[in-house]
């Protein structure tokens, strides 16, 4: 997870601290970080290739040099080479990068099946081995967390949405993960 402050970004349980770059800026390049460590699914390469570049290309020199750097030493092992999983990761990053909407499948053991929600995907994030994403759940009407594990499709859908018009949980409110 992240937070940004003051033109700055923080990576949340660690004192790395990035350069001062433009608010507007910071989920770019949180986005350039994260795809250049998804280029072993093959649906993402040629997507993350170009989106890579092209945030690069707008940094100064100091902050190209240093986000390079940044995506040499941050490396990610990719979920168990499962299709589904990566099916689902390559779908996500497109929506989060294109800003469409997509219809997830979760399948839920404490419900005993599978249910699904439209929802806007906000960000990604990998703890402890485990791939998540936040999105905005039109059935809960409220950011969740969904593990990627128990994802069974996630639909890609040509329906645009605004990031900027969603409320984000605040730090101490905790956010329900399925």
């Not at 040499?72 to 092992?77: D, G, M, N, T, V």
Request: charged fraction near 20%; hydrophobic fraction near 40%; aromatic fraction near 8%.
């Amino acid at each position: 997870m992240h937070q940004t402050e003051n033109g700055g970004i923080w990576l949340m349980k660690s004192r790395f601290k990035l350069p001062r770059i433009r608010p507007e800026d910071t989920a770019m390049l949180l986005m350039a970080v994260l795809s250049s460590n998804l280029q072993s699914l093959p649906a993402v390469k040629q997507l993350t290739d170009a989106f890579v570049a092209e945030v690069l290309e707008g940094l100064s020199t100091n902050h190209k040099e240093f986000m390079l750097r940044v995506m040499q030493a941050i490396q990610f092992e990719p979920p168990a080479k499962d299709i589904s999983i990566h099916g689902c990761l390559a779908s996500l990053v497109k929506s989060i990068e294109t800003r469409k909407k997509v219809r997830l499948w979760v399948y839920s053991q404490n419900q005993s099946g599978s249910w699904s929600t439209l929802s806007a995907p906000l960000w990604l994030e990998l703890s402890t081995q485990n791939w998540k994403v936040f999105a905005h759940s039109s059935l809960h009407q409220k950011v969740c967390g969904f593990h990627i594990e128990n994802l069974e499709r996630v639909q890609l859908l040509d329906e645009d949405f605004d990031p900027q018009t969603i409320r984000r949980p605040r730090d101490q409110e905790a956010i329900p993960i399925y």
